[in-house]
Nanobody
Framework: QVQLVESGGGSVQAGGSLRLSCAASGYSDSRKYMGWFRQAPGKERERVAV????????WYADSVTGRFTISQDKAKNTVYLQMNSLKPEDTAMYYC???????????WGQGTQVTVSS
C-alpha cells in the first residue's frame, strides 16, 4: 500500500520561506515521477513542480520558477519543496503526488496548508 505523507505547511508572511516534505512509503519503483500540486479555494488544481527518478530531471510552473526548488532524498524516499520569496498568491493546499508517468499521478497525499499573508 502506497502512502504519501506531507508535512511542513504553515502560515508565513510574504517574502518568507517554507519547506514542504513528502515521505513516501510502499512505492519502491526505481522509475517514477514525484510532484507537488496546489489548489486554492475556487481555483483549479495547479501542477507546481515535478522531479523524475532516477535521472533527477525537474520541471516548474512559470509562477514559481526561481522561487521554489524540488529535491529528493532517495535514501529516505522523501521529496521536498523549498519555497522562498513566498507571495500571498502562493496560498493554497499543497499536495504531493507520485506516479509512473508525467501525467499519470496514481498516488496522492492528504495535503498540507500553506498560507501567506501580506
Amino acid at each position: 500500500q502506497v502512502q504519501l505523507v506531507e508535512s511542513g505547511g504553515g502560515s508565513v508572511q510574504a517574502g518568507g520561506s517554507l519547506r514542504l516534505s513528502c515521505a513516501a512509503s510502499g512505492y519502491s519503483d526505481s522509475r517514477k515521477y514525484m510532484g507537488w500540486f496546489r489548489q486554492a479555494p475556487g481555483k483549479e488544481r495547479e501542477r507546481v513542480a515535478v522531479i523524475y527518478s532516477p535521472g533527477g530531471g525537474t520541471w516548474y510552473a512559470d509562477s514559481v520558477t526561481g522561487r521554489f526548488t524540488i529535491s529528493q532524498d532517495k535514501a529516505k524516499n522523501t521529496v521536498y519543496l523549498q519555497m522562498n520569496s513566498l507571495k500571498p498568491e502562493d496560498t493554497a493546499m499543497y499536495y504531493c503526488a507520485a506516479g509512473p508517468s508525467y501525467n499519470g499521478w496514481r498516488y496522492w497525499g492528504q495535503g498540507t496548508q500553506v498560507t501567506v499573508s501580506s
